[in-house]
């Protein structure tokens, strides 16, 4: 198996896709109905569902080729989730933050607040274009002061920095794979571009990198 940087899975078709984080919680209850919940994960895994009704002929072509390349569930590519693709800065609930690794390596996290609770979520797949980090608020330059792994979302700096002191902002994607390994269509009309497809459930899951 492998993971390809490039290319990303259709922006087109990633629009219309539905899903999102979720959690594996193993809940035993009580017969008085009392509960002891445990998480048995740190982070969430996002999974979305590419189910689409009638698709020109381009789209499911593109799709096809995606999927035929990608050998079904076997590599692994980047995702653009519609729904959470970026950080901003000055925004009070998502912010771009960093883990210290060494004195001169960070690894990029976005954290979601809500009250006094907060989530890191390690960002692996950054983009390297909008790409912009800080530190104590004031804008650094590459390379002179920094440079971005995109393939990791390791930021290493030139000269040692504090780790909290820096912050980021920019677009990212999701690495994933497909669910599944058979790609099921059906042919409903033809018009002049060509055969009107329409596709079944298409799974596809969050991996970690």
């Not at 998502?94 to 001169?104: D, F, N």
């Not at 650094?140 to 780790?163: C, E, N, Q, S």
């Not at 820096?166 to 055969?195: H, M, Y």
């Amino acid at each position: 198996m492998a993971f390809y940087e490039s290319p990303r899975f259709p922006d087109r078709i990633s629009y219309g896709v539905t899903g999102g984080p979720g959690w594996r919680t193993q809940v035993a209850e009580s017969l008085a109905s009392f509960e002891q919940r445990n998480g048995a994960w740190v982070y969430p895994r996002h999974r979305w569902d590419v189910s689409q009704g009638l698709n020109a002929p381009a789209a499911f072509e593109a799709l096809r080729a995606f999927f035929m390349t990608m050998r079904g569930r076997l590599h692994g590519w980047r995702f653009k989730d519609w729904a959470d693709y970026m950080v901003e800065f000055g925004d009070a609930v998502e912010s771009g933050v960093v883990q210290g690794l060494t004195t001169t390596t960070v690894q990029l996290v976005k954290r979601y607040t809500s009250g006094s609770q907060t989530l890191d979520r390690q960002i692996r797949k950054p983009i390297a274009s909008g790409f912009t980090l800080k530190d104590s608020g004031v804008a650094l330059a590459t390379p002179a002061d920094y440079t971005l792994d995109t393939t990791t979302g390791v930021v290493t700096t030139t000269v040692p920095r504090t780790a909290a002191n820096l912050t980021w902002g920019g677009e990212f994607d999701v690495p994933c794979r497909f669910d599944t390994d058979d790609l099921r269509s059906v042919i409903v009309a033809r018009n002049g571009q060509g055969l009107v497809t329409e596709w079944s459930s298409i799974p596809i899951v969050e991996i970690r990198v």
